[in-house]
């Protein structure tokens, strides 16, 4: 009986020795894993700044060059040689696919839905237009173009009725292009644009945050929203129809000029003189 007591007792203590360098040993392994977290967490932070520093100066780099040109445009069409091409490309590109609808749906559909639309995506587009009025400082816009954008929302069952013009507040044409030129940034000469058409570099430049504030962009069906976006451009196209007659000699420098003096217009609020050479 004492030996089978001191047997157990040893083994008891070996137990005990076993459970004690075991739990010794998962201390250190957590230990370890956890030092070895921090160190991969600070590696991640490292690779992180180090990603976020060169894409920045990648972008300065980028963007030097175009703030030289936004601030020195010698000429309203410095990139002439290029945007030549691109408008015979999109002469085709319109030849062949949006042009076609547009004839098709300005024939077809009836004048008072074509008109709910347009009064549609004139409503879409008073979310951009409001933001400007902000960054602009125009705060007694902003309160009508608010108010408007509320009530053909509501009243006007979804923009379709432009309930707010009958009562006078009529639309407003604000974009970040317009914003950019409002705060001194230069137009950076005339750029013609595959697909989408007439722009400046400073147009260019805040086509981007015009796309970010269009509310087409919440539909989450990829389908749904192509359908806006082409039903858009159709409408666009079809409202350009009745200016296409008044075009005269080069049709290029024609349309140059109609956009840069247009363009000229809404970011100096009306206050600007005609300097464009003759057509």
Same mark, same amino acid.
């Not at 009986?1 to 007591?5: I, Q, V």
């Not at 894409?55 to 300065?60: A, D, F, N, R, S």
């Not at 749906?105 to 004048?111: D, E, G, R, T, W």
């Not at 000469?189 to 013609?192: F, I, Q, R, T, V």
């Given at each position: ?5 001191a047997n157990?007792?040893?083994k ?5 020795e076993?459970?004690?360098r075991?739990?010794? =040993? $998962? /201390? !250190? #392994? =957590? $230990? /370890? !894993? #956890?030092q $070895? /977290?921090l160190i991969?967490?600070?590696?991640l932070?490292s690779?992180?700044?180090y990603?976020?520093?060169s ?6 780099l980028l963007l ?6 936004l601030?020195?445009?010698?000429n309203?069409?410095?990139w002439?040689p290029i945007?030549?091409?691109i408008y015979q490309?999109n002469k085709?590109f319109?030849g062949?696919f949006?042009r076609?609808?547009a004839?098709a ?7 008072r ?12 587009d008073?979310?951009?237009v ?5 960054l602009?400082l125009?705060?007694?816009q ?5 108010g408007r954008?509320?009530?053909n929302?509501?009243v006007g069952v979804?923009?379709f ?7 006078g507040?009529?639309?407003h044409?604000e974009?970040?292009g ?8 230069g137009?950076g000469?005339?750029?013609?644009l595959?697909v989408?058409?007439s722009?400046?570099l400073r147009d ?7 796309t970010?504030f269009?509310p087409?962009?919440l539909?989450t069906?990829n389908?749904?929203q192509a359908?806006f976006?082409v039903l858009d451009?159709?409408d666009?196209q ?7 007659t ?11 000029n109609?956009?840069m003096?247009?363009?000229?217009y809404?970011?100096?609020d009306?206050q600007?003189?005609?300097?464009f050479d003759d057509?």
């Open positions: 009986t004492p030996r089978r007591y157990r007792k040893s008891q203590k070996e137990q005990t076993r459970a004690n075991k739990s010794k =040993q $998962g /201390a !250190v #392994r =957590q $230990g /370890a !894993v #956890r $070895g /977290a991969h967490m600070e590696e932070h690779l992180k700044t990603i976020h520093r894409c920045m100066t990648l972008l300065l030097l060059p175009v703030s030289v040109s601030a020195q445009t010698p309203i069409d410095p002439q945007n030549r091409p490309f085709v319109d062949l949006i076609p609808v004839l749906y300005n024939k077809f559909v009836p004048a839905a074509k008109i709910g639309v347009r009064n549609f995506f004139n409503n879409l008073d979310v951009n409001l933001v400007n009025d902000l602009q125009k705060m007694k902003a309160l009508s173009d608010s954008l509320l009530l929302t509501t979804g923009g009725f432009d309930v707010a013009a009958e009562i507040m009529y639309k044409y974009d970040f317009q914003t950019l030129g409002y705060w001194g940034v137009d000469g005339y750029l013609m595959p989408l058409g722009s400046t260019a430049i805040g086509y981007i945050p015009d970010i269009n087409i962009g539909v069906d389908k749904s359908a976006y451009m159709v666009t079809v409202s350009y129809f009745a200016a296409e008044m075009i005269r000699g080069d049709e290029y420098v024609f349309i140059r109609a956009y003096q247009r363009r000229e809404l970011v100096q009306g600007v003189q005609d300097e057509y």
